[in-house]
């Protein structure tokens, strides 16, 4: 069973573009999570996705923004990068909303910005 | 969700057991224990969760006191590739708060 995939897994951007990453779930999954690791700090919550809505958001800013689609897959965008958003995002994927399922990460895209 | 405490560093001579203790001493009645390593530049991987029984999966036992104020993970035989960052999470997994709370966790350095 393949695992969560994020794509791409490196990214180079600078200050003021915007990025998309891409995340599919484990086959099956429906719900979809984003994080944000920077360095030296730890996991940050960002957004929750379940049946193409969105759940919940973390403390973060709107340009940081996402969707789901049908087959249950993720964007998330980052508009006006800055400096500060240089982090891995990681993506985790659920079998369903409630319960107890334990969310599955994939290896993230390392975004950096000059 | 409750906040868990763990100790920032450990280490396990390879081949022993590793044995990784966590504090959760607000956890409510209805928040599992879960955990977490992540070796570096890689994502979490998920390890073994449990609510009050103690659970074993092919890769590690969770031990969860009676009172469930605090939980051991254990590493039966660890190996060098056990080299990682290790979180211990509880989460109550409610409608509208889904997202995991990750703390510093402990590094742990299996010698050879």
């Known amino acids: 069973e393949a695992g969560v995939t994020q794509s791409p897994t490196h990214l180079i951007k600078t200050r003021g573009q915007q990025v998309t990453l891409r995340c599919s779930p484990i086959s099956g999954h429906t719900s979809v999570y984003w994080y944000q690791q920077a360095l030296g700090l730890g996991l940050q919550f960002l957004l929750w996705?379940?049946?193409?809505?969105?759940?919940n958001r973390g403390n973060f800013p709107p340009r940081f923004s996402g969707r789901q689609f049908p087959n249950y897959s993720s964007e998330l965008n980052v508009n006006a990068l800055e400096l500060e958003d240089s982090a891995l995002y990681l993506c985790?994927?659920?079998?369903?909303?409630?319960?107890?399922?334990?969310?599955?990460f994939g290896d993230g895209t390392r975004l950096s910005i000059l | 969700d409750a906040k868990t405490t763990q100790p920032p560093s450990m280490d396990c001579a390879e081949g022993r057991a590793a044995n990784l203790p966590c504090n959760h001493s607000?956890?409510?009645?209805?928040?599992?224990v879960y955990w977490y390593r992540q070796i570096h530049s890689q994502g979490p991987q998920y390890i073994i969760h449990g609510l009050k029984n103690n659970e074993t999966n092919e890769m590690a036992s969770l031990i969860i006191t009676e009172d469930r104020k605090s939980s051991t993970l254990i590493l039966p035989h660890a190996t060098l590739r056990d080299t990682a960052v290790y979180y211990c999470?509880?989460?109550?997994?409610?409608?509208?708060?889904?997202?995991?709370?990750f703390g510093s966790g402990t590094q742990l350095t299996v010698l050879p």
């Open positions: 607000t956890i409510s009645g209805n928040e599992y």
């Open positions: 996705y379940d049946e193409g809505e969105e759940r």
């Open positions: 985790a994927s659920s079998p369903r909303a409630g319960g107890n399922q334990p969310q599955h």
């Open positions: 999470i509880v989460s109550a997994y409610s409608g509208s708060a889904r997202q995991l709370t």
